[in-house]
């Protein structure tokens, strides 16, 4: 069983910076794709960028959010620069190990979730 613990969120001001680090542990062999999803209240939940397979971006963190990190360790990092209020919520870590089983890509769901971590940007 594939468990994915976030890290690193918390509080800031408009056009200050936080970096989220995900790691992963259980899988046997290199995760297909690792991805970014937040949620905010009220609000569906939407992905904000996709690591490994079907690497992609939401056209709204373009330019501030770097994702980075390392398929076979499962580590997975999101850099977020110049946050916005409108970037508050919570976070979660997603995988797919497998393209072949589960939900089979990252671009709108996974087989594996992590707990979340919290976003606040003030204005």
């Known amino acids: 069983q594939v468990q994915l613990v976030e890290s690193g969120g918390g509080s800031v001001q408009a056009g200050g910076s936080l970096r989220l680090s995900c790691a992963a542990s259980?899988?046997?062999?290199?995760?297909?794709?690792m991805a970014w999803f937040r949620q905010a209240p009220g609000k569906e939940r939407e992905v904000v960028a996709v690591f490994g397979g079907g690497a992609t971006a939401s056209d709204s963190v373009k330019g501030r959010f770097t994702i980075s990190g390392d398929n076979t360790k499962g580590t997975l990092y999101l850099q977020m620069n110049s946050l916005k209020p409108e970037d508050s919520a919570t976070y979660y870590c997603a995988a797919v190990p497998n393209p072949f089983e589960g939900v089979g890509s990252c671009s709108h769901s996974a087989d594996y979730w992590g707990q979340g971590t919290q976003v606040t940007v003030s204005s």
């Open positions: 259980g899988h046997k062999h290199t995760m297909y794709c």
